[in-house]
């Protein structure tokens, strides 16, 4: 997979960068400023193509997911964020992911299918990455959905199912109400700047 690591200090967690739609390794940079300049980052570029958009994993249709490829993708991904960290040193259990719609949703089928597979996970605009999912417990897990009330892609019963999925399973969900759409929107960041401080 096609990735940048940059590494912050010892004691900060190792920010994972999951892009949305035709979105790359860079696409998310940006936000790691803001939420916490001292972190490492892992950002990493999807490995499915959509008509040359890059993604994480495949779809039917907008919003239907080949169950199959996510399936198989989200285990690529977790083996990845093994190696690399064995590769560069960083904690394995000190890692937080920051997703936006496409990355969003795959770092949520991660909490679905790994227990202790992140420490917490900023998401923006995602949805349910599987309703037949028996979710991993995530006891400890601290979880911020930001979402549009009026998302067109995701609408807003996607987000509040996937707070219900997630904090049944023992997460610590914060869900925040945007107005523009699917929009990723500097005030949603800055909220989740405000969580992350709270929280870690």
């Not at 499915?48 to 997911?65: C, N, S, T, Y």
């Not at 992911?97 to 996970?121: D, M, P, Q, T, V």
């Not at 997630?166 to 523009?180: H, I, P, Q």
Request: with cysteine; charged share 25%; net charge negative.
């Amino acid at each position: 997979m096609n990735y940048i690591f940059n590494k912050g200090k010892e004691d900060k967690p190792v920010f994972l960068l999951l892009h949305g739609t035709g979105g790359d390794e860079n696409s998310l940079l940006a936000l790691t400023e803001i939420i916490d300049p001292e972190a490492s980052v892992l950002s990493v570029r999807g490995n499915i193509l959509e008509h040359g958009m890059p993604r994480f994993f495949r779809r039917l249709a907008e919003g239907v997911f080949d169950m199959e490829d996510l399936a198989f993708r989200t285990k690529e991904l977790y083996e990845f964020i093994g190696k690399k960290a064995a590769e560069y040193g960083f904690d394995r259990q000190n890692i937080i992911a920051i997703g936006y719609s496409n990355g969003a949703n795959i770092a949520a089928n991660l909490l679905f299918e790994y227990e202790h597979a992140l420490k917490g996970a900023i998401l923006h605009h995602p949805m349910v990455p599987n309703h037949e999912a028996t979710v991993a417990k995530q006891d400890g897990t601290h979880v911020f959905i930001a979402a549009g009330v009026n998302d067109p892609i995701c609408p807003q019963q996607e987000a509040i199912d996937l707070e219900r999925y997630l904090a049944d399973a023992g997460a610590n969900v914060t869900l925040e109400w945007e107005s523009n759409g699917h929009q990723l929107t500097m005030n949603e960041v800055q909220k989740a700047k405000a969580w992350y401080e709270r929280t870690f």
